[in-house]
């Protein structure tokens, strides 16, 4: 006897870090009911997905949702792309009381966002600002964002700021997450640069150092081991910044890395051409940091893909300096890292849902609910053919930028649909969410 479901997804090949298996899913209030073999199972609405593969939604740790893009703007984008639920980086600017922006953001974000999400704390002005990190504990938030560089726009975090405010979260068994570079030898660097009258553009990199993020890692992880902090490093961008990783996990050190699509598709020397609409932070750098970065994927020294999804206001014909960071990533993640990861061998599938979906739930404490196809868990699923070649173009992206990394870029697998708590969101073009579906999830690492 057939069992029937609110939707049932059959014919699918589905996705899991240690297996892939053909079966159908049932899924009911929102939550996978059943997952069987083919054919024994009906639902009141029925998606085929034959010759499909069926991936958990992705979570994306890194989105920065004050640029171009608003948190309901970023929620819909990266359905487009698959993510079903992202960790924003709430950002308290200098003079901002950290609470009131993460109340500011929650609010915003249970009224607007088409899907679910989480928060992270950020700290411009870490002394005054880590009395609040105990309030934010209790409000859910247990991951707070410091930098270590742009001491020159005011928001570097020193190395005294960096241990009281590591000290205070260890204590609570928080995260620290550190944009990992040395801030004020990056000044420096600049500064000769722009006493040469430096072209920017083509010696980008030099501003940008991969021994600076090696060398901001180290100390980091050392500060996080004295304090009995964990941290996150996001967006590793070099080879240094490998063996920086490698050296520390070998020695038992609490350190998780993240890197991010664009550091997987390009070289510097690729990418110049579109000058400041290329320029992120840490910037894009060589193919031996790109092939490097992906052997790190595949032996698990990285644990985590975010967007960094940043865009900017900023056309090619900025001066290049003046220009901010940042660029548009959530909609491209999956494709991109498919692509030039799965399709040319470098990862399989299976590695590719583990460090998109289900390693971000387990270190932000959103398993099982969320980061895999599992009965009781929350029905964020993706249907991707892995067949269906497209091109990119600003026209067919979701966001509000004019322009993206991979404009005119060929890629094999493509989205088809997306399924937020059990509700179609996205099909083909066509997007089907409900602004203020999304509920904020209160994380804790684990």
């Known amino acids: 006897m057939s069992l029937k479901h609110n939707v049932l997804i059959k014919n699918g090949f589905l996705i899991y870090p240690e297996k892939t298996i053909k079966a159908d899913i049932g899924i009911d209030n929102g939550k996978i009911s059943s997952i069987s073999k083919p054919g024994t199972m009906k639902g009141?609405?029925?998606?085929?997905?034959?010759?499909?593969?069926?991936?958990?939604?992705?979570?994306?740790?890194?989105?920065?949702?004050?640029?171009?893009?608003?948190?309901?703007?970023?929620?819909?984008?990266g359905a487009f792309g698959g993510v079903t639920t992202v960790i924003h980086y709430a950002y308290?600017?200098?003079?901002?009381?950290?609470i009131k922006t993460l109340k500011d953001w929650k609010a915003e974000g249970e009224s607007t966002s088409y899907t679910d999400f989480a928060l992270h704390g950020g700290l411009f002005e870490t002394k005054k600002q880590a009395p609040e990190i105990p309030e934010a504990f209790a409000m859910g938030v247990t991951s707070f964002k410091m930098f270590m560089s742009y001491a020159k726009l005011g928001?570097?975090?020193?190395?005294?700021?960096?241990?009281?405010?590591?000290?205070?979260?260890?204590?609570?068994?928080?995260?620290?997450?550190?944009?990992?570079?040395?801030?004020?030898?990056?000044?420096?660097?600049?500064d000769k640069l722009l006493e040469e009258k430096a072209d920017f553009a083509e010696r980008f990199i030099e501003t940008s150092p991969d021994l600076v993020e090696a060398e901001a890692i180290i100390r980091a992880a050392y500060i996080g081991r004295l304090m009995n902090c964990k941290v996150y490093i996001p967006?590793?961008?070099?080879?240094?910044?490998?063996?920086?990783?490698?050296?520390?996990?070998?020695?038992?050190?609490?350190?998780?890395?993240?890197?991010?699509?664009?550091?997987?598709?390009?070289?510097?020397?690729?990418?110049?051409?579109?000058?400041?609409?290329?320029?992120?932070g840490p910037s894009i750098k060589t193919e031996k940091d790109r092939r490097k970065l992906w052997e790190a994927i595949e032996t698990r020294l990285i644990d985590t893909i975010g967007s960094d999804h940043a865009p900017k206001d900023k056309t090619e014909k900025d001066d290049f300096f003046k220009a901010p960071y940042g660029s548009p990533g959530i909609e491209t993640m999956l494709p991109a890292v498919w692509h030039y990861g799965v399709n040319s061998g470098k990862i399989t599938p299976n590695r590719l849902v583990e460090i998109t979906s289900e390693n971000t739930a387990k270190i932000f404490g959103l398993f099982p609910r969320k980061g895999r196809l599992e009965k009781g868990s929350d029905a964020d699923i993706v249907i991707f053919d892995p067949r269906e070649e497209w091109t990119v173009t600003p026209g067919n992206q979701h966001g509000n930028a004019k322009y993206t990394l991979y404009q005119g870029r060929s890629f094999i697998g493509r989205v088809k649909t997306v399924l937020s708590k059990g509700k179609i969101i996205v099909q083909g073009n066509?997007?089907?969410?409900?602004?203020?579906?999304?509920?904020?999830?209160?994380?804790?690492?684990?």
């Open 235 to 280: 967006h590793i961008s070099s080879a240094e910044g490998i063996k920086a990783i490698s050296f520390l996990k070998q020695n038992g050190y609490g350190i998780y890395g993240e890197t991010c699509p664009h550091y997987l598709s390009f070289t510097w020397d690729e990418l110049k051409r579109l000058g400041p609409l290329g320029k992120v």
């Open 44 to 77: 009141d609405t029925t998606l085929d997905a034959e010759g499909n593969f069926i991936l958990p939604g992705l979570i994306d740790p890194h989105t920065h949702p004050v640029y171009l893009d608003s948190i309901s703007d970023v929620s819909k984008t």
């Open 92 to 98: 308290a600017k200098p003079g901002k009381s950290l």
């Open 430 to 446: 066509d997007f089907l969410g409900t602004k203020g579906d999304g509920q904020f999830l209160a994380t804790r690492i684990t």
């Open 155 to 190: 928001w570097m975090t020193d190395d005294y700021a960096l241990a009281m405010a590591m000290e205070i979260i260890g204590k609570h068994r928080g995260l620290a997450a550190l944009h990992a570079e040395n801030g004020l030898v990056i000044d420096y660097i600049q």
